[in-house]
């Protein structure tokens, strides 16, 4: 279940009273900051929903807050609070990948309005991490005759060139092509095809002794 938490990370508490009120109002979970230090220390890769940072904090400011998220693979959105002067900068944020900037003072409903929109985008992450991570699961249960079948069908091989290259029958591969269909719910090889890219990319289409 998708359960986002808003974080609020600025060193004036005044700004995070008054943004965890406001957001709170809307039934919007909260944790506030003071540092981007102890916000890196509270949070992982498993953390849901987004960020609102202030630009100019006392130590790490935005712009490295954002770069070492994204050493650690924490994927939250990241909304930016700026100074009229601080405009370039949150440019560069955009171009490094963050979700928006806002101008203080803030607009709160167009605040709402990108809370809104960056904790959607979050939660559709999510579903895609879930959806990988099932497939991913169904793939363990191949055993590794079943994978280097697997790898040779998704290159593109026949039945009776894989018994070749594999030294066994071409109706023992009939038989695991058909165990670890069946095991990965998939009927059709364009669909194994499209399942083996989704979850790895390149690295089972190489078969081991023929990439």
């Given amino acids: 279940m998708y359960r986002p938490t808003v974080y609020l990370v600025d060193d004036d508490p005044g700004v995070r009273r008054s943004l965890g009120l406001w957001l709170g109002f809307r039934s919007l979970a909260t944790r506030d900051f003071s540092s981007a230090e102890d916000f890196l220390a509270a949070v992982d890769g498993n953390c849901q929903g987004c960020a609102i940072v202030d630009m100019r904090l006392g130590g790490m400011d935005g712009l490295q807050l954002q770069a070492q998220l994204a050493r650690?693979?924490?994927?939250?959105?990241?909304?930016f609070?700026?100074?009229?002067?601080d405009v370039p900068t949150a440019?560069?944020?955009?171009?490094a990948g963050a979700f928006?900037?806002?101008?203080?003072?803030v607009d709160n409903d167009r605040l709402l309005e990108l809370v809104g929109?960056?904790?959607a985008q979050d939660e559709q992450r999510w579903q895609e991490v879930l959806h990988t991570e099932g497939l991913r699961l169904r793939m363990?249960?191949?055993t590794a005759r079943e994978r280097?079948?697997?790898?040779?069908?998704?290159?593109?091989?026949?039945?009776r060139e894989i018994a070749l290259l594999m030294n066994i029958s071409a109706r023992t591969v009939e038989v695991y092509k058909a165990r670890l269909m069946d095991k990965l719910d998939i009927h059709r090889v364009p669909d194994l095809v499209r399942f083996v890219l989704t979850i790895d990319g390149t690295a089972l289409l190489s078969p081991p002794g023929q990439g």
């Fill in 81 to 85: 609070l700026t100074g009229h002067g």
């Fill in 140 to 142: 363990s249960r191949l």
């Fill in 117 to 119: 929109a960056a904790l």
């Fill in 72 to 79: 650690r693979g924490i994927g939250l959105p990241l909304l």
């Fill in 148 to 159: 280097e079948v697997m790898a040779h069908v998704v290159a593109g091989r026949h039945n």
């Fill in 100 to 105: 928006d900037f806002l101008e203080k003072p």
């Fill in 91 to 95: 440019r560069a944020a955009l171009k």
